[in-house]
């Protein structure tokens, strides 16, 4: 592949999934557009693409044993990177690369501060209340990434022609169980291009976790089958990483004919405020963090490489491999980029900022955010095989959207910032 692409560019890239294809495949959501919840849920059930976007556990990166082949794409021997790391500097070390210490050294799952989905049982009084949950099921991300939620669902709800096996079976035969690599059940590794540049806003707010009930009344006739299961709170992450759960009144209402009534939303609450919990950024209203942070790790690509290598591993040891790392930052309203991660905004600063372009809004032609806070991390290395010199970019911009990221003024202009940079210097065009 290296030697027919050049340069490869991920804007908003779900490289470990989402949440949202859960939720559009157990209950349905229209994302946007003008049909029910129940009408979308039908095709999202028959689209065989849904499948592509299942989150994947982090776990799949870690697990297996460290000196099997197939192993040795993935993340085995960042275990020894990260021991060399903190041997070299110690836990100061991670000051700056708090993304990739939560990713490498504490190896936070997507559940690391809530559950990805649970179910509940309830029995009810007669009347329909009291109501008390008799049991619960949690679903885990290597459940949603082998399709055992399908088996978990189905369980509990029993819906004519059990829509959600169907929908199992449609995983399993299209990658589980086929003559090509699943491309599903591990984590992406950087593709061997010569230069990769992944960016993505952050800090808006994304569903990243579902809790559906099932009710049962005593002294009712069981029906047949139980229907569509009962969505009843959606817990989102929040700027700096605060997660807000949303309780659903009753039964699911999200019908096209309930946004035309504009009938009232749900209220809010804050379970869970940023400075008490564990990821440092929600995701872009699409993709949540730990998905599009992935990138992050394949800034360690070259140390991976060398670790990879004739046996000379002890080279490495003691080594700050974060060291090759190179961050900065652009403030919120500035002009140019400044060394480290940031968190300064342009106020007195003169030399960063130009008088009166300190604006954030979204007066900007493209309709967009314009001059959002965004932090870059880049590193570069060497490919022993071939010797062709490699670089990885991380950009993350604060406050922007999923769909904006394609048409944001600023990420555009960082990322072909890089490009003609690298058209210069490689290919002697400009």
Known sequence: IDHHVWTYVGLSAPLLGASGPMRSVISGENMGLPVD???????????????????????????????????????????????DIEEAKGEKAWDDYRTLRLLLRDKVDWDVDHPVLEIDTERCAEGGSPCEVEHTVTITPADVENGNIFDEFNKVWHEKDAPLLVKK?????????TDFPNILNHTWDRPPIKHVIMSYGVDISTEISYKYTKRIQDGAVPPEYDGVPTLRSVVSEEEG???????????????????????????????????????????????????????????????????????????????????????????KGGMRWVEGSGGDTCDGAEDVCAAGDSSTGTSHPHGTKYKPEM?????????????????????????????????????????????LKFMHDDLDLL
């Open 169 to 177: 079976n449609q995983l399993e035969d299209s990658f589980w169980y």
């Open 37 to 83: 919840d129940l009408v979308a849920r039908e095709m999202e059930l028959s689209f065989g693409s849904t499948n592509t976007v299942n989150m994947i556990s982090t776990r799949s990166g870690w697990d297996g044993n460290p000196g099997d082949a197939q192993n040795r794409a993935r993340l085995a021997s960042l275990r020894r990177i990260v021991d």
């Open 241 to 331: 990483g605060a997660l807000v759960e949303q309780t659903l009144a009753g039964a699911r209402d999200f019908s096209l004919r309930s946004k035309i009534l504009k009938r009232k939303t749900p209220p809010r609450r804050l379970i869970r405020p940023a400075n008490e919990t564990t990821l440092p950024h929600s995701g872009d209203g699409t993709v949540p963090y730990i998905s599009l942070a992935w990138a992050h790790t394949w800034l360690l690509h070259s140390a991976r490489a060398g670790l990879h290598g004739d046996g000379d591993g002890d080279a490495h040891a003691g080594r700050n491999h974060l060291g090759a790392i190179a961050v900065s930052h652009r403030p």
């Open 375 to 419: 932090v870059r991390y880049e590193s570069g290395g060497v490919s022993r095989t071939t010797g062709m010199e490699y670089t990885t970019t991380v950009v993350e911009a604060i406050g922007v959207e999923h769909k904006e990221t394609t048409r944001n003024y600023d990420i555009l202009a960082a990322v072909f910032t890089d490009v």
